[in-house]
């Protein structure tokens, strides 16, 4: 009997779960609907440029629109044609006067740019013929509060011949009023076999520092995001190149480490000043990896590293001519303040001068990121020397325009009438070093909320050769008549430092928006602060940032 029970007892509990099996079955509740990041303005500026593109087939349409205010304690005037309007590191420009000046691009340039992105069909199983794409963008920055394009070289010719009392926010770059001032390449893509571009390019340095800089490359808090020459490894024109050929390969072995993983890049220009180029020939490579470290602990992160070396043939650095301002001793205007005009005789305020170089250099940097901390620091070492070439016939500029021929002096009355060497090709008689180094660090109090600090340091070594290096003060005469002056040393080629501090606050109320204020001091020192008429600068800026 007791069998039988069991038997029953099995037999009643497979009916039940036959039964069971033919009852439909229970679900949740269906899966929510994706967020439709258009159905208002709000539910698209909580969504990220990647998550919501503004696409058409391969094309997508992207932008950064960025514009804040800033005071400076001794600040040069605003200039709508400079990249990003003020001076945010202490230049010659820099004057005594401290004043309040609409600042846009204080975070990152604006810009507004298209990019493609086909997949090409498979040809074959073969690996090497499939997972390739075509690929491309074009690119412009601007100044968001008049839409100028970033032209570096007109704010230059706007302050041509003016003393440095008079004169605005200028300086050479890269970025020159082009229509794709930023980039603008095509070329293909592959995960296997890597990138390769052509066309309009960010060099490797360039790349490499906007990826290690603690500020992102900024302009109001980065002294190398700021100013292009520490990416040109001495001249700001050599941080892009106009016709070159880049590749980038993440290299498919990790050599035996555990979570390693390694790449590799290639940099070469073709054609020089005559195709849009601020050298006549740029080579790069570079090599750098990433690794997990301390896996299990609470110090397990992410390191990046990466070692650029570099060298640029005839690297051009734009400059213009500074006229004086004195107070008259004669005349009916006796007393009064009288400014000159410092371009020379026969010549246009758009004419600009030229000085050459050959630059070698080499970048180390490195970042480790571990939960809501990553740190970062970078070291480089930079060499200029005398360039390949004279370039005594002149040349146009990378911004359109002119640097005149040299007059030779056997024509009759060269010296008299045209004494002026547009072009300087004998500066760095003795060679320039100048090494730079950075150390930061970024903290996430909250996926919405950034703070970071950081501090930038470059020396130069002493290249004045047999001139003596002494104390010399330099007397400045405002338009008001009002005079100071500045002591440095008496050679813009005499050893010397500048240095920077930084700090950022960054809120992202939403996704597509930057909130943020900081503050950049910088200092000059030495032959650095050659001509200069202040030595310090304390610049806070605080804007707002939304990119698309």
């Known amino acids: 009997m007791k069998k039988l029970g069991i038997a029953l007892a099995v037999a009643v509990a497979s009916v039940g779960a036959a039964r069971a099996a033919d009852l439909p079955t229970t679900k949740g509740p269906p899966a929510a609907p994706p967020v439709n990041c258009y159905a208002s303005i709000w539910s698209w ?11 058409y087939g391969p094309f997508t349409l992207y932008g950064t629109l960025d514009g804040g205010l800033g005071w400076e304690s001794h600040g040069a005037g605003y200039n709508a044609a400079w990249n990003n309007g003020v001076s945010n590191i202490v230049t010659k420009q820099s004057r005594p006067q401290s004043q309040w000046l609409w600042t846009p691009n204080g975070l990152s ?4 740019g298209l990019k493609m992105s086909q997949p090409l069909p498979s040809l074959s199983s073969s690996p090497f013929l499939s997972g390739w794409s075509v690929i491309g963008t074009w690119e412009l ?16 010719v706007q302050n041509n011949g003016r003393a440095l009392t ?36 960010y060099t490797l340095s360039l790349d490499q520092i906007n990826s290690y800089d603690p500020m992102g490359g900024s302009y109001a808090f980065s002294p190398i995001g700021y100013s292009g020459s520490y990416a040109g490894f001495g001249d700001t024109e050599a941080a892009r190149a106009n016709t070159a050929v880049k590749y980038r390969l993440n290299v498919p072995y990790n050599f035996g480490l555990t979570g390693a993983s390694f790449r590799v890049a290639g940099l070469a220009q073709w054609g020089g000043y005559d195709q849009g180029n601020g050298t006549n020939g740029l080579y790069q490579g570079q090599v750098g990896g990433d690794f997990h470290l301390f896996g299990g602990t609470p110090y397990a992160g992410a390191l990046s590293v990466d070692f650029t070396g570099s060298w640029a043939k005839d690297a051009v650095n734009v400059g213009t001519f500074t006229g004086t301002c004195s107070v008259l001793t004669h005349g009916i205007y006796a007393g009064q303040v009288g400014c000159t005009d410092g371009v020379p005789m026969f010549y246009s305020n758009t004419d600009v001068t030229a000085t050459l170089s050959n630059n070698t250099g080499f970048l180390a940097t490195a970042k480790y990121k571990v939960q809501a901390l990553t740190v970062y620091g970078g070291y480089a070492w930079l060499r200029q020397t005398n360039p390949s070439n004279d370039y005594l016939n002149g040349f146009e500029t990378i911004g359109g325009w002119n640097v005149p021929a040299t007059i030779p002096s056997t024509f009759p009355n060269a010296k008299k009438f045209w004494p002026t060497a547009w072009t300087n090709f004998t500066n760095y008689n003795v060679p320039r070093i100048a090494p730079f180094f950075w150390v930061g660090a970024k903290y996430a109090i909250t996926p919405q909320l950034d703070v970071t600090g950081a501090f930038y340091w470059l020396q130069q070594t002493d290249y004045a050769g047999t001139t003596a290096c002494v104390p010399a003060n330099t007397t400045f005469v405002q338009p008001n008549g009002n005079k100071f002056t500045v002591t440095t040393l008496s050679s813009g080629k005499c050893a010397g430092q500048t240095d920077f501090i930084s700090a950022l606050i960054d809120y992202r109320p939403v996704k597509r928006v930057d909130l943020y204020a900081g503050l950049m001091i910088s200092n000059v020192y ?15 800026t605080a804007g707002l940032r939304i990119k698309f």
């Open 109 to 112: 340039q604006s810009v507004i």
């Open 141 to 156: 920055g601007f100044n968001p509060f008049y839409g100028y394009l970033a032209d570096a070289q007109r704010s230059q």
């Open 166 to 201: 008079q004169q605005n926010a200028n300086a050479d770059s890269s970025r020159t009023g082009q229509y794709d001032n930023s980039q603008r390449f095509i070329g293909v893509s592959n995960p296997a076999y890597g990138t390769l571009t052509v066309g309009r390019v």
């Open 526 to 540: 030495g032959g650095l602060a050659n001509g200069y008429q202040v030595t310090q600068l304390v610049a806070p």
């Open 45 to 55: 500026l909580d969504s990220t440029p990647a998550d919501c593109p503004l696409s």
